[in-house]
């Protein structure tokens, strides 16, 4: 083997060719757009990140905030229902017509009489049973005969001078609710009222809605659901039980593996919402399962507005590193068309989303507006019990035209029909009322000046003034005395007042009523008459208490006014007068400078 000669020259390597300035440029620009790109999706996906938990957190609690401001509203409505059927077995057992059945044992009329009153007062059904337990007479007709001797509402009723309540379950789970009372005459029982409370037009009306709905008694037991095989069970038995396809079933989807809230309860180990409330009646609770569905919803629709606004960001991105290349066009061109399908898929779902919310706001609204409808037939008597005075009027004045047609006295006669008009429009502001209460907005409420309604109110009593002889003494102080109310609900106050003056000095040779009106911190309108006094002053305010004989009054007038007075702020008392006769007093909150600059 040969060895190498030192002396001989080694091969000299090949240079390596040099980069031009320009591609060191463009792979410097194309590494700095790589970062770029790098930078821009790590912020998309932190920034979807942190808004998936913020909105998550936030719209949680507004889902759990509107529930619990419908679990206000359903145990409003239930107290409402409650206490509406509550006054009824008062009310009838007091019923004159029912106590002469009853005394008589003639039922001819009482069952029509009962089915008369069952629509007004909105129960399930109306009973009247004998004082051996026997059903006498009912709004259900083919009860009629039955034997209820044994039953607690009948035993209960028996055992109590006061209206009870009894809860009643069958052997299918069903509940029922009853009140009854025990009908007197003359201190001797002859029988006891039942009213049978609907509950469950709730339950149907709470099955339209995502939620599940529960209430329980005092003893832990569910009596209303929206699961009818709820009923009779506790809710821990309730909730371990194997779901079903019902609303239920969509209240519980899982949703702890993507909210930071903790869950409220579990059902088939799945996460809920549970919101519980009071039921300020017997101790009764009601709790919502709340669905999460819409939570998820309006989340993913601003996640979808996010990252379609960084998909467009990448997407200009690689228009700019790719703009000489066709193919590369043809695919951005592809990924905006889906970028824009998508956009108008996202506007559809939340003009849908939209319009679900606008629907329950709607039905929310409208079980507000169930619970004003409920006190409809109260008003509707009371409205029927103004419209008399205005009436017993027109005829008198009618009667006094046609007298001065006769006698040729045209100007007269049209100061009449002047009064007429007035009267006339009077009765449409009392029927007014009722339409105002059957819509959505509320009574509005502007100035008034006492004394003016009481001219108003003298005026409107004018006929039985004159058919009377009655001195009237006003007093009224220099100033107007102002209050803040309805012109129109005041005098029917006054009116029903003056009204009942006269009344009470039929009896009396020289009939006199003084009116009083001052003004301090209330403004105080004092009616006193010299008549024949006030008797049991614990029912004077009570509805259908009237001392007057039958046919002439129904016992409305001072419950009516109680309540307006009431209603203003005020409050309406009587005493009976150390000179003899009857004083009452209306006492309303005065409106001073300083309140009506305010308003």
Request: proline share 4%; glycine share 6%; no cysteine.
């Amino acid at each position: 083997m040969s060895t190498p000669d030192p002396n001989t020259p080694r091969p000299t390597p090949a240079p390596q060719p040099r980069r031009a300035p320009s591609e060191r440029a463009a792979g410097t620009t194309s590494w700095r757009v790589r970062m770029a790109l790098i930078v821009l999706t790590a912020m998309a996906v932190g920034v979807v990140f942190v808004t998936n938990r913020l909105l998550t957190d936030r719209f949680t609690q507004n889902t759990r905030n509107r529930a619990e401001l419908r679990l206000v509203l359903y145990s409003g409505n239930l107290l409402s229902e409650l206490r509406q059927n509550a006054i009824v077995p008062q009310l009838l057992a007091r019923d004159p017509a029912l106590i002469s059945a009853l005394n008589s044992a003639n039922y001819s009329q009482s069952t029509q009489r009962l089915i008369s009153f069952v629509d007004e007062i909105g129960a399930a059904s109306l009973t009247l049973l004998d004082k051996d337990g026997r059903t006498v007479a009912s709004t259900d007709r083919n009860t009629i005969g039955e034997s209820h001797r044994t039953q607690p509402y009948y035993v209960d009723a028996l055992r109590s001078k006061d209206t009870v309540f009894t809860l009643i379950q069958h052997e299918t789970g069903r509940f029922d609710f009853y009140y009854s009372r025990r009908v007197e005459s003359q201190g001797a029982l002859i029988g006891v009222i039942m009213v049978a409370v609907d509950l469950y037009k709730y339950e149907r009306a709470w099955a339209g809605i995502t939620d599940a709905v529960v209430v329980t008694d005092t003893e832990g037991r569910i009596i209303l659901s929206t699961e009818p095989r709820w009923r009779g069970l506790t809710e821990a038995e309730a909730l371990s039980e194997k779901p079903v396809s019902s609303a239920l079933e969509r209240a519980i989807q899982a949703t702890a593996d993507w909210t930071t809230l903790p869950a409220d309860a579990y059902l088939g180990g799945e996460a809920v919402m549970r919101v519980e409330g009071r039921v300020a009646f017997r101790g009764w609770r009601i709790a919502n399962f709340t669905t999460f569905d819409s939570v998820r919803e309006k989340v993913n629709g601003f996640l979808a507005l996010e990252i379609m606004a960084f998909a467009i960001l990448l997407a200009l991105a690689f228009y700019f590193l790719n703009r000489k290349t066709a193919v590369r066009m043809a695919l951005f061109q592809r990924e905006s068309a889906e970028l824009r399908a998508l956009n108008l898929r996202l506007q559809r779902e939340i003009a849908e989303r939209e319009r679900v919310q606008e629907n329950l706001a709607v039905a929310e609204q409208t079980l507000a507006q169930s619970s004003k409808l409920a006190a409809l037939g109260e008003m509707s008597a009371a409205v029927s019990h103004e419209l008399n005075q205005p009436l017993a009027a027109m005829k008198t004045y009618l009667a006094g035209a046609r007298l001065l047609l006769t006698r040729n006295r045209p100007d007269e006669t049209l100061s009449s029909f002047q009064r007429i008009d007035d009267l006339i429009e009077r009765m449409g502001a009392i029927t007014k009322q009722l339409k105002s209460y059957a819509r959505h907005s509320g009574d509005t409420f502007e100035p008034v000046n006492i004394g003016d309604a009481l001219a108003s109110s003298l005026s409107m009593m004018e006929p039985q003034l004159r058919q009377r002889r009655v001195t009237i003494n006003r007093t009224l102080p220099d100033e107007p005395v102002m209050v803040m109310g309805d012109r129109v609900r005041i005098e029917q106050v006054m009116i029903n007042l003056l009204r009942n003056a006269l009344d009470a000095t039929q009896t009396v040779n020289e009939a006199q009523i003084d009116l009083v009106l001052t003004a301090g911190t209330m403004a105080v309108l004092t009616v006193r008459d010299n008549g024949t006094g006030l008797k049991d002053f614990d029912k004077l305010f009570e509805p259908f208490h009237s001392t007057k004989q039958a046919g002439e009054g129904v016992g409305l007038g001072l419950a009516i006014s109680s309540g307006i007075v009431n209603d203003l702020g005020g409050r309406l008392t009587a005493r009976d007068a150390a000179t003899g006769g009857a004083v009452f007093e209306m006492r309303l909150p005065i409106l001073n400078e300083e309140t009506r600059a305010a308003e």
